[in-house]
């Protein structure tokens, strides 16, 4: 693995929080690409558009920023991306390779620029062993749900609203709101009768006025049938629904990441067939269900449960109803 900060460790740097020594790396490119180091020995990379700047579209994007790495831009010429907590280095090295190594392949500065902005979202997936970067098969299946659901949702309200609607990978407890209404959006395989709620919160309506269950019936498929697809042809499908608006597009892509999806892993093996046997179930207060009011959630941080369907059919609303309420 390529050590790109060994030529700064002996430098100092003035403090400040811009302030930082750097090196150009040979990267046989002609793009103008560095790393660097600041004064609280934090490392990083630059990648600068000497000819061209930066336009609002891209410029103004929500970038990734967590406790472990920043993304930003300096000014509307160079992309800085900054390991915040040293305790990631090993896996800050082998991230900013894969971008650096991708961008200085880039055939002009705007996709250069455009290129690591997108793979910075694969931060999420380096961070997770090896062995646990590819979703496995459930996963897949929960995430092709929530994209067919996506999917509705766009031909209903809209690029812009149906996507700011996707929570579920941003620390909230519903995989979708919708002003006062949740949904939660589960799947399973087809004669199954049961689906396995993992906390307290999932089915706790928490303010809202509506929460529904929506549960997709979603099984594995042979490559010959007809209706059958696989992971990375939805996720390209949905990519293209979004492409109209790029800023729409990085946005449902840092989703998809925070999800556990990376474009570089290749899902083509396993296909897929939605059933379209989607069970729509209304949670009001007679649900069956755990939620903060009846246990004591400061005693108790982890609750995971199975719901049997057959015995639910009393909360069980139609389409034409769901409609009505989105």
């Known amino acids: 693995m390529i050590n790109y900060w060994q030529g700064l460790w002996d430098k100092k740097?003035?403090?400040?929080?811009?302030?930082?020594?750097?090196?150009?790396?040979?990267?046989?490119?002609?793009?103008?690409?560095?790393?660097?180091?600041?004064?609280?020995?934090?490392?990083?990379?630059?990648?600068?558009?000497?000819?061209?700047?930066?336009?609002?579209?891209?410029?103004?994007?929500?970038?990734?920023?967590?406790?472990?790495?920043?993304?930003?831009?300096?000014?509307?010429?160079?992309?800085?991306?900054?390991?915040?907590?040293?305790?990631?280095?090993?896996?800050?090295?082998?991230?900013?390779?894969?971008?650096?190594?991708?961008?200085?392949q880039a055939p002009s500065e705007i996709e250069m620029i455009e290129l690591a902005i997108s793979k910075s979202l694969k931060w999420f997936n380096f961070l997770k062993p090896i062995n646990e970067r590819k979703l496995k098969p459930f996963q897949q299946q929960g995430l092709i749900a929530e994209l067919l659901f996506l999917k509705k949702l766009v031909k209903k309200m809209g690029l812009s609203d149906s996507l700011n609607s996707w929570c579920g990978q941003d620390s909230y407890d519903k995989d979708f709101i919708l002003g006062k209404l949740g949904v939660e959006v589960k799947a399973k395989q087809s004669g199954k009768i049961k689906v396995t709620i993992s906390s307290f919160s999932q089915l706790d309506l928490q303010g809202l006025e509506k929460l529904i269950l929506n549960v997709y019936s979603i099984n594995s498929a042979s490559s010959n049938d007809e209706n059958a697809f696989n992971l990375d042809q939805l996720v390209n499908e949905m990519c293209e629904i979004f492409s109209s608006e790029m800023n729409l597009k990085y946005l449902f892509e840092m989703e998809l990441a925070e999800a556990g999806?990376?474009?570089?892993?290749?899902?083509?093996?396993?296909?897929?067939?939605?059933l379209g046997e989607n069970q729509i179930y209304n949670i009001n207060s007679n649900f069956p269900s755990i939620t903060s009011e009846i246990i004591n959630v400061k005693s108790i941080s982890n609750v995971s449960y199975d719901i049997n369907l057959n015995t639910i059919k009393d909360f069980k609303i139609d389409e034409e109803e769901f409609e009505i309420l989105i």
């Open 13 to 104: 740097v003035e403090e400040g929080e811009l302030k930082y020594a750097s090196i150009s790396l040979a990267l046989n490119s002609p793009w103008n690409i560095k790393a660097t180091k600041d004064a609280k020995g934090r490392i990083g990379f630059q990648l600068i558009a000497e000819k061209i700047e930066m336009n609002d579209q891209i410029y103004k994007r929500k970038l990734l920023k967590t406790s472990q790495v920043s993304v930003t831009f300096l000014d509307k010429k160079t992309l800085y991306i900054r390991l915040e907590d040293q305790d990631a280095t090993e896996e800050f090295n082998e991230y900013a390779e894969s971008i650096i190594i991708k961008a200085s």
């Open 261 to 274: 999806y990376d474009f570089d892993h290749d899902y083509t093996d396993r296909f897929w067939i939605d």
